[in-house]
DNA sequence: TTAAACTTTCAGTAATTTCTGAAACTTCAG
DNA sequence: CTGAAGTTTCAGAAATTACTGAAAGTTTAA
């Protein structure tokens, strides 16, 4: 399990950027590591490829578990559990994506939701208010938005994405041949 | 400058998301204040509001500016500095992700690009760097898709956005319309 | 040019987050 | 059962990040 020149630099990266894709150094470097290797991969292996110790290996995975970017594999005859990617490399970047929604944007829903129920006291807090309501829509659409994409699978979504400001005119397009249909929602 | 108590709640959940965000507490809870206050604010006020050091209180300021976030507003006959939000909610929203992106993909993006231009040592980095050009190829659509859609601008943005479910139809549409026409970019 | 009013910087401290490693736990072959 | 091979947990240590407050810096009115 020598990692190569080329893996190593990308596994280090990795683990550098990891606490601003929401998880922390090793998380990174272990998901890299996964990803990268072509065979599953032991906890084992993991820790003294990155010179980490077991019981932050075994916490590493876990979460990289519960962002469903890694998964167990068995092998028949071995006692120990293995482990490789949850899927290709557009499925685990949509589950950071949606992962990271859950924990960055729900939260805030929720909260401004709350704090739109109560009536407000004054003049300031009136103003407040409408100001939470908008930040509250806006985390509506975007959210409501980025289902949406998900849906649509991978191969529309590239379609989408590869039409680059093709949306624009399609979007008139759309205006002159369907009036009136804005109000899909 | 005492806080209601809905201003309150708000600015400290924005306090405790901030560090989610890509910043910390103190700044989250600067930034709320100033956009939820309707009256431009100084630094002094803020510090006594949040019970922040006026040292802290001058780097989150610093902090919010670098991000484009909120602005200094000069009062005519004051001496000292107040500071509004640099724009409404949807364009701070906009700061944020694009900020966001300059720090979470743009690096990676650089390194990768550093990566593939090494030749493969062996099979295994010749693997790996097959994956890491698809990791590249993702991260460049996204990248490219995200500036397209900051040039359409708010108004077809948000059409885009409340389309919804009509966005798969559009796209059947499309290309029944303008066959071929795929190749936009 | 002085000094009052304000801002910024930064060394040291406090708070938070991450990591280690030993102990507890689980599983299974014999 | 028993113990070997493995995993997980968690209290404390280490590393990182954020905050304070005093000192240095800046600006402007007089």
């Known amino acids: 399990m020598k990692m190569t020149p080329l893996i190593t630099s990308a596994v280090m990266h990795f ?19 996964i990803v990268l290797n072509d065979e599953p991969i032991s906890a084992q292996e993991i820790a003294d490829a990155l010179n980490i110790s077991r019981g932050n290996t075994s916490m590493g995975l876990k979460e990289l578990q519960s962002w469903r970017l890694v998964k167990q594999h ?15 490399i557009w499925t685990l970047a949509n589950r950071v994506f949606e992962e990271r929604r859950k924990r960055e944007i729900d939260p805030t829903m ?39 994409l998900q849906n649509l699978g991978p191969e529309k979504l ?19 041949l369907l009036p009136g249909k804005n109000s899909v929602n």
């Open 15 to 33: 683990g550098e950027m990891g606490s601003r894709w929401g998880f922390n150094r090793t998380v990174g470097q272990i998901l890299a590591l």
């Open 74 to 88: 068995l092998v028949p005859g071995e006692r120990k559990d293995f482990f490789i990617p949850a899927g290709d």
């Open 110 to 148: 929720s909260l401004l939701r709350d704090l739109l129920l109560d009536a407000p006291g004054n003049d300031k807090e009136a103003s407040a208010q409408h100001k939470l309501n908008e930040i509250h829509d806006l985390l509506e659409s975007v959210t409501a938005w980025s289902e949406e």
């Open 158 to 176: 590239n379609t989408l994405m590869k039409l680059g400001s093709g949306v624009g005119r399609m979007l008139d397009l759309k205006d002159k």
